[in-house]
């Protein structure tokens, strides 16, 4: 069974930064490109960031590109967010994914408020 933990969410002031985690079980990690989207009130979930497999590949939506760093640990079945400079428009909850398929972390918040 698919399952995902993430971690790392919380309330930061603008400018600030925090770190992601969602660690995987349940299937081959090491085989699958991973992304993490968001969703912020009364909006669609959006990509923000995408990794592939080896990690030699990687994606950014435009409004985070410079800011966000995707990377990964494929010994340790984790996939991190690296979120730096962040602004009140980042205010959002935010899921890990097995890319291209249903698999979906339970999401975590992240608010940014002075």
């Known amino acids: 069974q698919v399952h995902f933990v993430e971690s790392g969410g919380g309330l930061v002031q603008p400018g600030g930064s925090l770190t992601l985690s969602c660690t995987a079980s349940g299937f081959p990690f090491s085989m699958y490109s991973m992304s993490w989207h968001r969703q912020a009130p009364g909006k669609e979930r959006e990509l923000v960031a995408r990794i592939s497999s080896g990690g030699s590949s990687i994606n950014y939506a435009d409004d985070v590109k410079g800011r966000f760093t995707i990377s990964r640990n494929n010994a340790e079945n984790t996939v991190f967010l690296h979120m730096s400079n962040l602004r009140p428009e980042d205010t959002a909850v935010y899921y890990c994914?097995?890319?291209?398929?249903?698999?979906w972390g339970q999401g975590t918040q992240v608010t940014v408020s002075s």
């Open positions: 994914h097995r890319y291209a398929t249903a698999d």
